[in-house]
């Protein structure tokens, strides 16, 4: 059994823990609590006048989009006073505070102390005013000029053996314009190494869509909403992670839906909300959300859809043409015999029982679907980060399927994006896999030879990193180090790096576990006020739903030595390729028209993008499921029903199944504060969350301090100094935050086709802390 070692990062191994303080879980969401503590923290980092300055202009027609999650904004009418949740106020905070740090704090600052602080700490410097370098074996970053950083990352790629020994990774903050000339530039350069971090969270979605309806997107927009009869939501927090939700399903239960949640814990924002922009819920009186709490065990989901789909069409049986939707069956599927016959292996006692439910209350669920046809089934990251991910994304499918719920008004699927425009980043062919079709028209508009094979993703890349086959590491936006699993094993990958760059906002845990030689290069912000040729400029990105819409920031950016994307891109694509491009990146730095003229040209559905972008509101893009036609690769105009077997879940003795989760006060890798408000945690991220049964089992104590483990692959991972907290989650089954316990999750556990790390379900030991 190999260790691994515990030196790097330092915070990984904090020696004390802060004051945690328990109080009741909430059964709500939101309310007045939620817009004094949004304003708290925009007071305090921005000042009030530059804050609310932002605020009216954020997710308004013609303001800029939050970098928060892509939950769409209403076509139509949108609130003129605030457009956003509690945590886009929060992200506005983080982004558009005043707090700089300029050469003075990094000439104070080493590395390696930095290092000791963790994430939050961290985050909380402020942003990054002007291009950094750490020399090989320097200590600290000091400031360079733009022309020193783009030379010294053209002279590091044009050294190399083969342009495949640099990756180049995207977050979802990137623009449309500037994903689409960044992968103009990795392909002209020559490699498709183009890791992003859709490959963390929805790649399970993405791959089984797309192999299922013809297009890895949802059907539905957000009217559909509105005009439903059944919501179904599936391993899914949205109070927490995609909070303007919850006024969509408030709306949704006006006008009569259902709700059915299905999660492992009992989260506020699927049970109740208080919106605070009605008297109502001024007046502290909340909507009830679900109508029924289905807490399955972790990755129970495929269990328990197969158990629905028994039920219904045992209820078919008895009632021959009342429950599915034969006509949307004959007309639109195939492999339905085969699949009900399928299900015949199972009985639904023990289908329930790997649920983690009753068979009443499945019973429950299917009574409230089986005569109805317009149902939307929701879903996120508890149901993508498995090792079955694309097998359950397919059951839903094969769910929807059966009640004919996709392609029509008011049903469908409804993947739900964790980050603004990561959904953009793949329609603009930020993609290690792309499709032939696609570099054949790069070619055709372009006239350079793309490469063809594909690319690393985000886990091969920390491979490739780790046998030295990587040398330059290039990120466009994002926290690669806390965002990915393995922490310990990633960060001794990333050491290993000739040269690591970073384009950023703000100081990150992934600047200072670096290459041997670093740069991090500031950027312009969502909501940073970015200017050409003395006019303000707007880019666009893409949200869960398929809109496409402009973004306008209008703030002060804090230095004068901020650089948009593009421009970054552009200057570095001409540092590094020279005469040797055939693309005239001067011009497409100096206008976003220009590049969004030749998207036009390349993707399908932005013809007369520049028009239509334009439009208050954007526009949708084509999506033939949406409409009922199904172009698939595989199969032509129909969708195969998959079968796929339940998932094995065995756990030695002593071990637990855990989940990485998400606090309140967190937006993936930024940490905004260190509590947790409706689950009742303060003041602590280092938690692990135990149902008391098995705590009592272990013999452990409430606030207990403990270390925890796990054993894949013959290697011991640790992470240590967690405290226990009883809370309401199934038996076997423990809850910790991510990106605290990354740690945890083996490099090679990962989801089956799309090789999404399993951050949702690794097994685990706990054992008492020894000091
Ligand atoms: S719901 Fe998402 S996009 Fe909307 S304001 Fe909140 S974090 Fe931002």
Known sequence: MSKQTEQEPAAENPEELLNLKL??????????????????????????????????????????????????DPDDDRSPIAEYCENGAKALAEEATTKKLTGEFFAENPVAELAKLNDYEIGKKGRIAQPLY??????HYTPVSWDFAFKKIADELN?????????????????NEASFMYQLFVREFGTNNMPDCSNMCHESTSVGLADAIGIGKGTVTLNDFYDTDVIIIMGQNPGTNHPRMLSALEKAKQKGSKIIAVNP??????????????????????????????QVRINGDMALLKAMEKL???????????????????????????????????????????????????????????????????????????????????????LAMLKGAIGKPG????????????????????????????????????????????????????????????????????????????????????????????????????????????????????????????????ISCENSMG?????????????????????????????????????????????????????????????????????????????????????????????????????????????????????????????YGLNDRYRGIHNERRVILMNENDMKKAGFKAEEKVDLFNYDDGVERAARLFVVVPYNIPEGNTATYYPEANVLVPINSVAEQSNTPTSKLVNIKIRKHLA
């Open 159 to 175: 050294a190399l053996a083969s342009p495949d020994e640099a990756a180049f990774y995207t977050s979802g903050r990137t623009s």
């Open 134 to 139: 750490l020399a090989k074996g320097a200590t």
């Open 411 to 538: 049903a469908g699927l409804c993947p739900v994006r964790g980050h603004s425009n990561v959904q953009g980043n793949r329609t603009m062919i930020i993609w290690d896999k792309p499709k032939p079709q696609q570099l054949d028209k790069l070619k055709e508009v372009f006239g350079f030879e793309p490469p063809r094979g594909h690319g690393y993703d985000v886990v091969e890349s920390i491979k490739a990193m780790d046998e030295g086959k990587l040398k330059v590491f290039f990120a466009m936006g994002g926290n690669f180090l806390s965002a990915t699993p393995d922490t310990l094993f990633t960060a001794q990958a990333m050491r290993k790096l000739k040269l690591s760059v970073h384009v950023s906002t703000k100081l990150n845990r992934s600047h200072l576990v670096h290459g041997e030689e670093a740069l991090i290069l500031p950027t312009l912000s969502r909501s940073d006020k970015d200017v050409l040729n003395g006019e303000d400029q707007f």
């Open 547 to 671: 809109v496409i819409q402009m973004s306008k920031g209008m703030l002060k950016p804090v230095s004068e030595h901020l650089m948009n994307e593009n421009q970054i891109v552009c200057n570095l694509a001409k540092a590094t390729l020279g005469s040797r491009s055939v693309i005239d990146w001067d011009k497409y730095a100096k206008s976003y028209d220009a590049v969004r003229d030749v998207i036009a040209k390349v993707i399908p559905g932005f013809e007369d993008y520049n028009q239509k972008v334009r439009l208050p509101g954007g526009f949708y893009l084509p999506n033939a499921a949406r409409e009922g036609k199904f172009i698939t690769e595989k199969n032509g105009s129909v969708v195969p029903f998959n079968i796929a077997p339940l998932p094995k879940h065995e756990l030695a003795a002593g071990e637990y199944h855990m989940t990485t989760i998400r606090s309140h006060d967190q937006f993936n890798t930024t940490i």
């Open 312 to 398: 219904l069409y045992k209820a078919e049986l008895e009632n021959p043409g009342s429950v599915f939707d034969h006509d949307f069956i004959k007309k639109n599927t195939t492999g339905y015999v085969a699949f009900l016959a399928s299900l015949e292996q199972y009985e639904v006692d023990d289908l329930a029982k790997a649920a983690g439910l009753t068979v009443n209350e499945i019973e429950q669920a299917v009574d409230l679907i089986k005569n109805e046809s317009r149902i939307i089934i929701c879903w996120a990251m508890g149901v993508t980060q498995h090792k079955n991910g694309v097998a359950t994304v397919k059951e839903i499918v094969n």
């Open 23 to 72: 109080t009741n879980p909430k059964e709500w969401a939101a309310g007045i609590p939620a817009v004094a503590v949004a304003m708290v923290d925009i007071i305090k980092e921005t000042g009030m006048v530059r804050g609310v300055e932002g605020l009216f202009k954020m997710n308004q027609k013609g303001g800029f989009d939050c970098s928060g999650c892509a939950w769409p």
């Open 265 to 294: 814990l009992h989260e506020a924002g699927l049970m109740g909300f208080k919106n605070p922009q009605t008297v109502k819920g001024i007046l502290g009186i909340k909507t009830q959300l679900a109508d029924l709490y289905l």
